[in-house]
């Protein structure tokens, strides 16, 4: 299989042009739903399979798990920034480091049930965002530039996707159930 795609394997983040009602519902779906599909994708895989990487030079099932713990406790954060500040600078955080960190390689359940109820709290903030919240917006200091809060949803939606398609696609190369 090609690189890219095993990187990217449901294709690159693309910044949406316009986001509808209906669009918008649908990322929120997708990050609310997100807990309970990798709790499924994840239930029935061994220690060993846990500490394989999902590509060669990749994070581990493992690590996977826990950074998606990690980056959507600093997105929800930002959102509360976004909405209680005057377009503040986020604090970036260097993943790759974060991921190699002790608490990356415990038990998926602490990971697991802190997205539970992370996602539970970050939905409720979501669902209640008025046209004039999702157009605020937070300075990333990576990016050197201003981003939307309704473009940050249809983002995290796609980044659950993306780490979902990392562990279901080794699941389908190695033929775990």
């Known amino acids: 299989m090609p690189e890219d795609k095993l990187r990217y394997p449901i294709g690159k983040f693309k910044w949406p042009r316009e986001l509808t009602k209906e669009l918008l519902a649908e990322h929120i779906a997708d990050i609310e739903s997100f ?10 895989l061994s220690d060993e399979q846990l500490d394989t990487p999902y590509r060669e030079g990749g994070w581990t099932v493992r690590q996977l798990v826990n950074h998606c713990s990690d980056s959507h406790m600093n997105s929800l954060i930002r959102f509360k920034w976004a909405l209680t500040e005057d377009k503040p600078t986020i604090k970036a955080y260097f993943e790759d480091r974060w991921a190699e960190l002790a608490d990356s390689k415990i038990p998926i359940e602490l990971a697991l049930s802190l997205l539970d109820g992370l996602h ?48 279901t696609e080794l699941k389908k190369r190695e033929g775990w159930k």
């Not at 669902?127 to 919240?133: F, H, M, P, V």
């Not at 050197?144 to 562990?167: P, Q, S, V």
Request: charged residues 30%; proline residues 3%; hydrophobic residues 40%.
């Open 35 to 44: 807990p309970a599909r990798i709790r499924k994708e994840t239930a029935t």
């Open 120 to 167: 539970a709290r970050w939905v409720v903030l979501l669902k209640s965002l008025t046209d004039e919240d999702l157009n605020k917006k937070y300075i990333h200091p990576e990016h050197g530039k201003e981003i939307r809060l309704d473009n940050t949803i249809a983002m995290y939606a796609w980044h659950c996707n993306h780490h979902l398609a990392h562990i």
